[in-house]
């Protein structure tokens, strides 16, 4: 049976025009309980609604602003910052070096609450040529995002929207937790889209497919998070993480050279949380991989994934 994340589930939008659509709680209760999820079901039993029995917007917007910042306390522990930049620092170093001086801009897909360009934005790590743009089809996160970077006076924008229609193309795009979202041949799509744009790269974190990252989401979440919806989303996204070899064969996409960096196998199942699939363009591998020295070796492609796994 599918494993379904109840926060994908009780928000629609249009993904083009970016408008909210009514969700009805029945149809959501009612695809729970075809996917074996009682529990699921229950959680979405409390949540209010009109008298269509159409699930209350406001107080849909309010849960998952409120689960998002207890997610960016996670985050904050997992030093998610840290990790973009160990390798968003050589890859913008590799981009200068083969493109020449910027401005660049770094688009973050799904963002959120925006943490990663909250934080980057803090930190100045990337520089002043590099512009910071976080974009999620969520109004509400959007708009928390916004008013946190505004109350932190930090130098980012945050779009709603799609982040493949802005107007400015992105030089690279990053995401984090967001790939498992993306299923069969929407996550070809997802990457095929990011090569049809002007992007340099894309540098993508998402929950790595170890035997222990249910076990490890559990309680993870179970220590950290307050409401049942965020408990029950974190052990589902664990188990919808997608395998290296799944991503990529995904990113394997025209124009586009995939890479992983610290794989499964290369990697301690009990420390591995989150693993990067990485994309460049093929004439800044090189650059890319001399401006990482030698945490290059953590690099590998398709073949050596293969390779070692035999």
Known sequence: MPVLEISD????????????????????????????????????????????????????????????????????????????????????????????????????????????VRWLAATHALGPDVELVGVDLDAALVAEADRLARAEALDCHFVHGNAFDLPEAATVYISTGVLHHFRGPALTEFFRSQAASPALAFCHFDIAATSLAPIGAWIFHRAR???PLGRHDGVASARRAHSDETLLRAADVPGITPLLYEPRGAANPFCTTLRPIIGVRPQLEDPFRRSLGRAARRLFDADHLVGRSR
Request: one cysteine or more; glycine letters at 10%.
């Open 9 to 116: 589930l009780i928000t629609a939008v249009d993904p083009r025009s970016g408008r909210r659509l009514p969700v009805s709680r029945g149809e959501v209760i009612r695809r729970l309980d075809e996917a074996g999820d009682a529990r699921a079901a229950r959680i979405v039993a409390g949540l209010p609604v009109d008298r269509d029995g159409l699930l209350d917007p406001c107080a849909v917007d309010s849960l998952l602003v409120g689960v998002h910042a207890e997610l960016q306390r996670l985050s904050e522990e997992l030093r998610i910052g840290d990790r973009l930049l160990h390798l968003l620092d050589p890859l913008f170093r590799a981009i200068r070096e083969s493109s020449g001086p910027g401005p660049y801009r770094l688009v973050d897909v799904g963002c959120g609450l925006g943490y990663a």
């Open 225 to 227: 998070m307050r409401h």
